[in-house]
């Protein structure tokens, strides 16, 4: 999203920070199976959901393309912390966005 001119900087950042805070978690609590990774992706997505605002607020959306690429993002980390087979829309279940 860095490279898109649409999507401001400043809450890309945030929502990269939600991200990594995620990272943070699986990491610390090692979800032993998928419904306990979605717990922990369903909390960052709701983290997420005022971002929507900041977005609107810089004269931005989360538009389809940025849905799309958060939605990619959520399943790179699951992915990484070996839930590869993760239901994507499980992962975002609680989105706004």
Known sequence: MYEDSYSPDHVVDQGRAILLRLCDRIEAEQPPNPQALYALT???????????????????????????WIAEEFWLVASAYGFADADTEELIAGRDW
Do not use: D, H, M, Y
């Open 42 to 68: 369903q909390a960052a997505t709701e983290e997420f959901n005022p971002l929507e605002a900041e977005f609107e607020a810089a004269g931005s959306e989360i538009e389809t393309v940025a849905r799309e």
